[in-house]
Nanobody, 123 residues
Framework: QLQLKESGGGLVQAGDSLRLSCADS????????MAWFRQAPGKEREFVAA??????YYSDSVKGRFTLSRDNAKNTGHLQMSALKPEDAGVYYC??????????????????WGQGTQVTVSS
């Protein structure tokens, strides 16, 4: 059984909104950073957003359009995506790491990953 389970992907039109969720069955929100990465066909997996405590981090490409929050009681993170663009499409992966380990935007710093959820944005 995977520790991280994503949900909420789907097919939307450009300009629409979508919310992804990541349920962490074993991690401790007090000591972990939760992040979202995405991977489009033929491209490398790239950082999207991360949350550690009350601090959030976003890539320049999504800043102002995406919001990452965390429900600590349920140990679940939510990525609210608005004003979606075709270039936002890809498989979105949730990941966690111990706080302070490596660079927050570096996928190699994360040691737990979900299976991914597909986001498709039609123009």
């Amino acid at each position: 059984q995977l520790q991280l389970k994503e949900s909420g992907g789907g097919l939307v039109q450009a300009g629409d909104s979508l919310r992804l969720s990541c349920a962490d069955s074993e991690g401790d929100f007090r000591t972990t950073t939760m992040a979202w990465f995405r991977q489009a066909p033929g491209k490398e997996r790239e950082f999207v957003a991360a949350i550690a405590g009350s601090s959030t981090y976003y890539s320049d490409s999504v800043k102002g359009r995406f919001t990452l929050s965390r429900d600590n009681a349920k140990n679940t993170g939510h990525l609210q995506m608005s004003a979606l663009k075709p270039e936002d499409a890809g498989v979105y992966y949730c990941a966690t790491k111990p706080r302070g380990r490596g660079n927050t935007q570096d996928r190699n710093a994360y040691n737990y990953w979900g299976q991914g959820t597909q986001v498709t944005v039609s123009s």
